[in-house]
C-alpha cells in the first residue's frame, strides 16, 4: 500500500493521517497524530465462528508507559491490566463503531488501538474513535462509515475542538462527539450544570467538525483507490416470517396492549413462542419453511423478535402508548428511601423506578485511601469513585459472579461524572468519598438510577453537595420519517429500541450525558427534542428525591473517620516525618490518629473518635509554629538534666532552661527549683544557629505569664 501523510486543521490545531507505513500484516491500519501525541489503530477481520447469533466485535484499546517517557512501576516493570480510563477508552470507540457493522457478520473483527507517543496536552481517545472508522475502511471490512470523533471544551464563552487537558481541567464542558454523514451516533459528556441550549449548541458544534473529518477520510480512500460502497443487507426469508406472522401476530399484539409487567410479558412471550415451536415441528418433512428452520437454528428466534419489535414499534408511532401503557413523556412511578442502612455504613440510599432498583452505599476516607492512577493521564489521584454493581438475580439469572466488565466500568464511570460538579472542595472537605451502587432489580436505566440512588446517599452522609442530581434515560422509535422519542425507557424498550440517550443534571443544569445508538445517525433536530424532553422528567424525578430528603445531614454517621486540617509551610514537612518516619509513626501511636501529609502543606488528622485528631493536629501545629526570641509560654517540664531542665512549651516543641536560668538566684541543683511534671512559665531567651530553643524563666513581666497560663488552660 502506498504510504500517504494527509492533514486537517481546526483552529490551528492540526490532526495528521498516516497510512501505509505501519502494520502491513494488519487489516488496515492508521497512525493519527495531533500535536506531540500518536495513536495507531488497525482493524482485523478473522475467520467465521459457526453457532453464535451476534456480531463478535472486540475492541482493545492500549497504553503504553513509553508514551510518556516513563518505565512501568510494580515488580514486572510492564504494563500489565488496563487501568480504568484504559476500559472507557476501549467503550468510547466500541460505541460508535459497533452499529455501523452489518449485524448479519459473524467473522471476528477486531479494532485495536495504541498509544505509542502523547504529549501533555492532547488526550488520545477522540484520535481513536477516528482512528478506528479509518483502519476499518482501509481493511475493506463492510461498514456503514466513515464515522468521525471529536471532543469540544468550552472555556470562557468559547467552544473549543479537541481542547487540551488543561482547557479541559478549567473549562465547563467535557464532550466528545461522534458521527456519519447520516448524523450523530454517539455524545459523552460531562459539564458544569450547563443549560440544555449550551449543551446543544456545543453538540451541533461538534458535529461540524466531525464532517470535516469524514470528508478527509473519503479523500484518502480516494488517494488509496479504494472504492467505497455501504454494504448491503441479506432480505429476509418470507415465507419463514409468514408463517411466523399467522401463528404469533394476534398473540404478540394481545400481549403487548395487556400492559403486563416486565416477568409476565416476558413468561408471555415465551409461552407464545413455544407454540410457535410446536407449529414448526407439525410442518411435513421437505416443507420449504421447515428446512430454512431445520438450517438455522437461531431463524425462529431472530423472527418472533423481529415481529415482536414491529408491533411494539407501530403502536407507538400510530398510537403513541407503550408497553406499560405509559405517554411518550411520562415516568414510571418512583420511590425513594435513605437511611436504609445501619449507621456503621456512612450514608445509604435506595432509588426505584418502575421495576429498576438501585441501592448506593456511601463511604468517607481519609486522604491516604485517594485512588492512585497509574495511567498516561495527567491526573493521578481520584478523590471521588463510584462502582457499579450488577449482579444476575437483579435480571432473575443464575450465573456466575464475575470482576466488573467494561459495562458495570462505563456506568460507574457515568454516575461519577454526573456527581462530580456538586461535590465539595478538598479544602473544605477533606475525605476521600467512594459510593458503590448496588443494582438490585434492573428494567432499563440503572445507570441514571445509580445517579439518584448517589445523591441521596451522599445526602444521607452528609456530605456537603451544592445541588442534588437526578438523571432519565430517553429512547427513540424511528421508522422511516416517523419518530418518536420517549421519557424513561424501560429495558424492553431499550432492548427493540433505536437509542439510549441518559441525561444527568440538577435543577440548574445538565451535568452528564451519554447518548447510544442502534441506527447510522441522528439529526441534529432529534438529538435537541430528546435533550430538552428529559429536562421536565429530570424535575420531576428531583421532586420525589426531596421529599426523601430535602438537605445534607447535619451529622456524619458515628462511624466516620474525623477530619481536621492545617496548612503548615512545605520545607517543614520534612521535620513532621522525622528520619525515617520517626517522628510521624511517634504521633500516630502517641494519638491513636492518622496523619496524611500533601506536598503542598496541607496536613489531615482522621481518627474515628476525634479527640486523637485534635490532640494529633495540636502536635503537628506546635512543631510546625514559627517561634521567636521573646516570646512567652506555659510548658511542663519533660526530662531533667544536670545543666538544666527542658520544657514542652507548645505539643512536640521543647527547649531547654540552663540551670543559670532557672532564677533569680543560684541555683545549686536542678531539682531545688523544678520537677518532671511541673508546670512552668518560660520565655524564648534566643534560637542558636542549630536550631536550639534556649529558654529562661527570667524577666518575664506578670502580665504575660497570665496571659501565657491562660492560653495553655492552667
Not at 87 to 99: A, G, H
Not at 107 to 130: C, I, K, W
Not at 158 to 171: K, L, R, S, V
Not at 582 to 608: C, F
Amino acid at each position: 500500500m502506498q504510504e500517504i501523510d494527509k492533514s486537517i486543521s481546526f483552529d490551528g490545531r492540526d490532526i495528521r493521517l498516516k497510512v501505509g507505513l505501519l502494520a502491513p500484516q494488519a487489516g488496515g491500519c492508521a497512525l493519527i497524530q495531533s500535536g506531540e501525541t500518536a495513536v495507531l489503530v488497525t482493524a482485523t477481520r478473522g475467520r467465521a465462528r459457526d453457532g453464535i447469533d451476534f456480531l463478535p466485535l472486540l475492541v482493545d484499546y492500549e497504553e503504553r508507559q513509553y508514551a510518556a517517557g516513563r518505565i512501568p512501576g510494580g515488580f514486572l516493570r510492564r504494563e500489565g491490566r488496563p487501568p480504568e480510563r484504559g476500559t472507557l477508552t476501549c467503550r468510547l470507540i466500541d460505541r460508535p463503531m459497533r452499529p455501523l457493522f452489518p449485524q448479519w457478520i459473524r467473522d471476528d473483527l477486531q479494532v485495536v488501538a495504541t498509544t505509542l507517543s502523547m504529549d501533555e496536552n492532547v488526550p488520545p481517545d477522540v484520535l481513536a474513535v477516528t482512528g478506528a472508522s479509518i483502519a476499518t475502511l482501509i481493511a475493506q471490512i463492510p461498514f456503514y462509515g466513515p464515522m468521525a470523533g471529536v471532543r469540544v471544551g468550552l472555556v470562557g464563552d468559547d467552544f473549543i475542538i479537541n481542547p487540551t487537558f488543561a482547557e479541559i481541567a478549567e473549562g465547563d464542558l467535557d464532550l466528545v462527539v461522534a458521527g456519519t454523514d447520516e448524523g450523530i451516533i454517539m455524545v459523552e459528556a460531562g459539564a458544569n450544570q450547563l443549560p440544555e441550549h449550551d449543551v446543544i449548541e456545543a453538540i451541533e458544534f461538534g458535529y461540524e467538525a466531525v464532517q470535516d473529518l469524514i470528508k478527509a477520510q473519503r479523500e484518502l480512500l480516494d488517494e488509496l483507490g479504494i472504492k467505497y460502497e455501504k454494504p448491503t443487507e441479506p432480505e429476509e426469508n418470507k415465507k419463514v416470517v409468514t408463517f411466523v406472522t399467522k401463528k404469533a401476530e394476534k398473540g404478540i399484539k394481545k400481549i403487548l396492549e395487556a400492559e403486563h409487567g416486565k416477568v409476565e410479558r416476558d413468561a408471555a412471550l415465551d409461552e407464545l413462542k413455544a407454540t410457535v415451536v410446536e407449529a414448526v415441528g407439525a410442518l411435513k418433512e421437505g416443507d420449504e419453511v421447515a428446512l430454512a428452520f431445520e438450517e438455522d437454528g437461531k431463524l425462529l428466534d431472530k423472527t418472533f423478535k423481529g415481529l415482536t419489535k414491529k408491533l411494539m414499534r407501530k403502536r407507538v408511532i400510530d398510537e403513541g402508548v407503550r408497553v406499560d401503557g405509559r405517554k411518550l413523556d411520562e415516568v414510571r412511578p418512583i420511590s425513594c428511601r435513605v437511611g436504609l442502612l445501619p449507621p456503621r455504613v456512612h450514608g445509604s440510599g435506595v432509588f426505584q423506578r418502575g421495576l429498576t432498583q438501585v441501592m448506593s452505599v456511601v463511604t468517607l476516607g481519609t486522604p491516604g485511601d485517594a485512588q492512585m492512577t497509574d495511567d498516561l493521564h495527567p491526573d493521578t489521584e481520584k478523590r471521588y469513585m463510584h462502582h457499579y454493581n450488577f449482579p444476575p438475580y437483579s435480571v432473575g439469572e443464575a450465573r456466575p459472579m464475575r470482576s466488573p466488565g467494561r459495562r458495570e466500568v462505563g456506568h460507574g464511570a457515568l454516575a461519577e461524572r454526573a456527581l462530580k460538579p456538586v461535590l465539595p472542595q478538598q479544602d473544605s472537605f477533606p475525605y476521600v468519598i467512594r459510593v458503590v451502587s448496588e443494582c438490585l432489580s434492573s428494567d432499563g436505566s440503572t445507570s441514571m438510577g445509580s445517579v439518584c440512588g448517589s445523591t441521596l446517599s451522599l445526602m444521607n452522609a452528609g456530605v456537603p453537595i451544592s445541588k442534588p442530581v437526578s438523571g432519565a434515560a430517553m429512547g427513540l422509535i424511528r421508522e422511516g420519517k416517523e419518530v418518536r422519542v420517549l421519557t424513561d425507557i424501560q429495558g424492553f424498550e431499550d432492548f427493540l429500541g433505536d437509542m439510549d440517550f441518559k441525561v444527568a443534571g440538577t435543577d440548574e443544569g445538565i451535568t452528564a450525558l451519554q447518548m447510544d445508538m442502534k441506527i447510522h445517525g441522528l439529526p441534529m433536530e432529534t438529538i435537541a427534542e430528546a435533550i430538552n424532553q428529559a429536562l421536565p422528567a429530570r424535575t420531576h424525578i428531583l421532586g420525589k428525591m426531596m421529599e426523601a430528603i430535602q438537605e445534607p445531614a447535619e451529622e456524619l454517621s458515628p462511624y466516620a473517620p474525623r477530619l481536621l486540617s492545617l496548612k503548615i509551610d512545605p520545607d517543614l514537612i520534612g521535620l513532621v516525618i522525622g528520619p525515617g518516619g520517626k517522628t510521624i509513626k511517634g504521633i500516630t501511636e502517641r494519638t491513636g490518629a492518622k496523619v496524611d501529609i500533601d506536598d503542598d502543606g496541607t496536613v489531615v488528622v482522621s481518627s474515628l473518635d476525634g479527640a486523637g485528631a485534635k490532640q494529633a493536629l495540636a502536635i503537628i501545629d506546635g512543631m510546625t509554629k514559627r517561634v521567636s526570641a521573646g516570646d512567652v509560654y506555659a510548658g511542663k517540664v519533660t526530662r531533667i538534666i544536670p545543666i538544666g531542665a527542658f520544657v514542652e512549651f507548645l505539643p512536640g516543641k521543647e527547649g531547654m532552661i540552663h540551670i543559670s536560668q532557672l532564677a533569680e538566684h543560684r541555683v545549686g541543683k536542678v531539682e531545688d527549683e523544678v520537677s518532671v511534671g511541673d508546670s512552668v512559665v518560660i520565655k524564648i531567651r534566643e534560637i542558636d544557629s542549630r536550631n536550639r530553643i534556649n529558654l529562661t524563666r527570667l524577666g518575664i513581666h506578670p502580665d504575660d505569664a497570665e496571659k501565657a497560663r491562660a492560653e495553655a488552660g492552667l
